[in-house]
């Protein structure tokens, strides 16, 4: 079955152990008053949602720029998708970590 | 009344701004300038929403060129928008953005690719209009205690001689020719001054962008030829520590919007090889005072600038600034020249540059429908790596409302980083014997319900 046939339903289980490693940097970085279990990885991080600011999102980019070696960057066509979920942003970390 | 010029740029292909790495000539500024000139409403008040800091220098040009004033609120959430409508009914929206969600009849700004492109073309004779010192050029907004916003008229020439006595203060040899990128809103009162009124009357070239991430800053500066200067704020700076980020050379970096800790301003220029100036103002009184933080705790007020002291309330008058001003901090004189700053007072909170008052959170938390009474306060028990982050919590009485609800009903009302977390539903307001709700109260409750109710908290 080839993999670009069919959207992927069920990520695969490591995307699902780096969601869950993600959530808890996203927790403990930014002092959020929740578990990591209670993010709800479908909904959006930035605005509504997880309701994070920019002063967040800056400091999640720091966060993955020490743990995976990822650069953010602004003008990246990409950040809308990246940020719209816990498991899109996951997915991102997966597909450019260096590290 | 006199006119001073729109820009010290006094030959046409002196560089007004930088596109990325596009250079923007003064010629072709002015030519864009009267071209949008021509397109603007008859109104007299233009809420100027370009987030492009070229769009919006030209939009702030252009109407001053045509007599009107620029309406800059610090935060833009459906409520303040309310609230500037009826201010001045006849404002429209400058916007460079196609879904601008602004409820606001709109003019959407039209970059001219080419010079060719622009109506006026070339073989206008290079001419910088004049505008009159004291015409009304902006009104700036503080948030007030009482739910609406408070306007504060900026005529053109205090604009300009706060901007000109910044230049005496910098520690560079001539601003012309020096790129400056700003990672803060042109909409920002320090993002105003210093990075659109700065390089327009100092013959510097402004930088369109607006960087965010560490790795963008590093990216729009290379873009740019030296001399650089940068101007950003203490989360910015610490963030770009954080990363390790490289930067290409700067001759400057400037810092304002929040306290910068010495050790953080020492750090900066060692690792960046370039002076940090740290600025203090505030939107009522524009720049006024500057210091060389990594060097020296004494800030320096900029010329004509005096305080007066009367109990621990300190005011502003002179130099740039049209009448006594009250100040929001605690300063301590040390001599004609010279304070000392010892904090803000005790109800001000200021995040990410955005300044507003507990009574005006309080007031908008309580007018939630629901809400039968509510409390912010300060969270002193942050640890993240952006430390000395300020962050709120609050406490609300509403026994038919969850924290979900309030909070996305807080959201239309009040700017997103002074959203409450947590947001803790009690029974009943902590009240002492008089009615008030200290502070220190309210930290050891939310710090018992840490206990309580451990899922609410990291």
């Given amino acids: 079955m080839s993999e670009q046939a069919l959207p992927i339903l069920t990520p695969p289980v490591d995307t699902l152990l780096l969601e869950r490693e993600i959530a808890q940097l996203i927790v403990k970085g930014l002092n959020l008053p929740m578990q990591p279990d209670e993010i709800d990885p479908e909904a959006p991080l930035y605005g509504e949602g997880l309701g994070l600011d920019s002063i967040d999102i800056l400091e999640i980019a720091l966060i993955v720029s020490k743990q995976y070696g990822i650069q953010l960057r602004a003008d990246n066509q990409e950040n809308t998708r990246i940020f719209r979920s816990l498991r899109q942003f996951a997915q991102y970390v997966a597909e450019q970590r260096v590290k | ?458």
């Avoid at chain 2, 009357?201 to 960087?211: D, F, K, N, T």
């Avoid at chain 2, 009250?326 to 200021?350: K, M, Q, S, W, Y």
């Fill in chain 2, 1 to 458: 009344m006199s006119g001073l010029p729109l820009i010290a740029h006094d030959r046409p292909d002196a560089l007004v701004a930088w596109r990325g790495a596009a250079p923007i000539s003064a010629a072709r500024f002015l030519a864009e300038v009267r071209a949008l000139a021509a397109r603007l409403p008859a109104s007299n008040h233009v809420l100027n929403f370009c987030s492009d800091r070229y769009r919006f220098a030209v939009g702030l040009a252009a109407s001053l060129a045509t007599g009107k004033c620029s309406i800059l609120p610090s935060t833009h959430t459906p409520e303040v928008i309310r609230h500037l409508r009826a201010f001045a009914p006849d404002v429209f929206c400058l916007t460079d953005d196609p879904q601008c969600p602004l409820a606001l009849p709109q003019l959407l700004f039209v970059d001219h690719h080419t010079e060719a492109a622009l109506p006026a073309g070339p073989g206008v004779p290079f001419s910088v209009p004049l505008i009159d010192a004291g015409q009304l050029a902006a009104y700036v907004f503080t948030s007030g205690s009482s739910g609406a916003p408070v306007p504060h008229a900026k005529s053109w020439g205090r604009l300009v001689q706060c901007v000109r006595a910044e230049v005496t203060r910098l520690p560079v040899t001539g601003l012309g020719g020096c790129a400056i990128l700003g990672t803060v809103p042109a909409q920002h009162m320090y993002g105003f001054e210093s990075t659109v009124l700065l390089p327009l009357q100092s013959g510097a070239a402004l930088c369109a962008e607006r960087p965010f991430f560490p790795a963008d800053i590093a990216a729009a500066l290379a873009a740019v030829p030296t001399p650089r200067i940068l101007v950003s704020t203490p989360v910015h700076l610490r963030a770009l520590l954080t990363a390790e980020q490289a930067l290409p050379a700067l001759e400057l970096i400037v810092s304002a919007t929040a306290m910068l800790p010495a050790n953080l301003a020492r750090e900066v220029e060692s690792r960046y090889g370039a002076p940090l100036l740290e600025i203090y103002g505030s939107t009522e009184t524009g720049q006024m005072a500057s210091r060389r933080t990594a060097l020296e705790d004494h800030w320096r007020l900029w010329p004509g600038v005096k305080l007066t002291v009367s109990d621990v309330h300190c005011s502003a008058h002179g130099g740039h600034i049209a009448r006594t001003i009250a100040l929001a901090d605690v300063l301590e004189p040390t001599d004609d020249e010279h304070f000392l700053l010892h904090g803000r007072t005790a109800d001000l909170v200021n995040i990410a540059g955005k300044r507003s008052s507990l009574a005006y959170l309080n007031h908008h938390l309580n007018a939630i429908p629901g809400v039968t009474d509510a409390v912010f306060f300060v969270r002193d028990d942050s640890d993240a790596s952006l430390a000395g982050v300020t962050r709120l919590g609050a406490l609300v009485v509403a026994p038919k409302l969850d924290a979900a609800s309030i909070l996305q009903a807080l959201r239309q009302r009040i700017d997103p980083v002074f959203l409450p977390r947590p947001l803790l539903l009690v029974e009943h307001l902590p009240r002492n014997a008089t009615g008030k709700l200290p502070q220190h109260t309210l930290r050891a409750l939310t710090a018992q319900a840490a206990v309580l109710q451990p899922n609410l908290f990291a």
